[in-house]
């Protein structure tokens, strides 16, 4: 099974679309929320070089 994670912030309407699909597939994720931990919002940009959210990771990639 693939591990899902999904990048967000509070106030994100595409951040709700795309948890909303996940959850109404049936597919499971793990939310993290770049807002309550600065720290990982810059790992977040340096690795993708993207600020924008969502974000998803599956399996690492």
Request: hydrophobic content about 30%; some cysteine.
């Amino acid at each position: 099974m693939n591990s899902i994670t999904v990048y967000t912030t509070t106030r994100c309407p595409y951040c709700v679309m795309l948890k909303n699909f996940l959850s109404s597939q049936n597919i499971p994720f793990h939310e993290v929320n770049v807002e309550k931990n600065p720290k990982i919002m810059q790992q977040l940009v340096n690795t993708t070089g993207q600020m924008g959210v969502p974000q998803t990771e599956v399996n690492g990639k």
